[in-house]
């Protein structure tokens, strides 16, 4: 069964950085897009960064200066390095992984649990 699982969030002073790492497994993240997502409680869910299957990334612009997404094809995971957090950035992060067939027009799409990422002094 595939599975994304988040990790590296936590609770960090105004400033600071994290690196969430989105590791997968029953599926190979090279050929698929994977995107972060984050949501704040009672809110929807909004994409932040994304890492096309040809290594091409794209963020909101509201991390567009303070992101970098990259992918790890040997270790099968994806990286979100988020510097200089304010408190805004405190939320839930999802990573996702999506792919489209174009021969059966089918879309298949993978979540990760989430990881919190808090952002206080």
């Known amino acids: 069964q595939p599975q994304l699982v988040e990790s590296g969030g936590g609770s960090v002073q105004p400033g600071g950085s994290l690196r969430l790492s989105c590791a997968a497994s029953?599926?190979?993240?090279?050929?698929?897009?994977v995107g972060w997502f984050r949501q704040v409680p009672g809110n929807g869910r909004f994409g932040i960064s994304c890492i096309s299957s040809d290594d091409i990334a794209y963020h909101a612009d509201s991390v567009k200066s303070r992101c970098t997404i990259a992918r790890d094809i040997a270790k099968n995971m994806v990286y979100l390095q988020m510097d200089n957090l304010a408190s805004e950035d405190t939320a839930i992060y999802y990573c996702?992984?999506?792919?489209?067939?174009?021969?059966?027009?089918?879309?298949?799409?993978?979540w990760g649990q989430g990881v919190q990422v808090t952002v206080s002094s």
């Open positions: 029953g599926v190979t993240l090279d050929t698929y897009a």
């Open positions: 996702k992984a999506a792919i489209f067939d174009l021969e059966t027009a089918k879309a298949t799409e993978y």
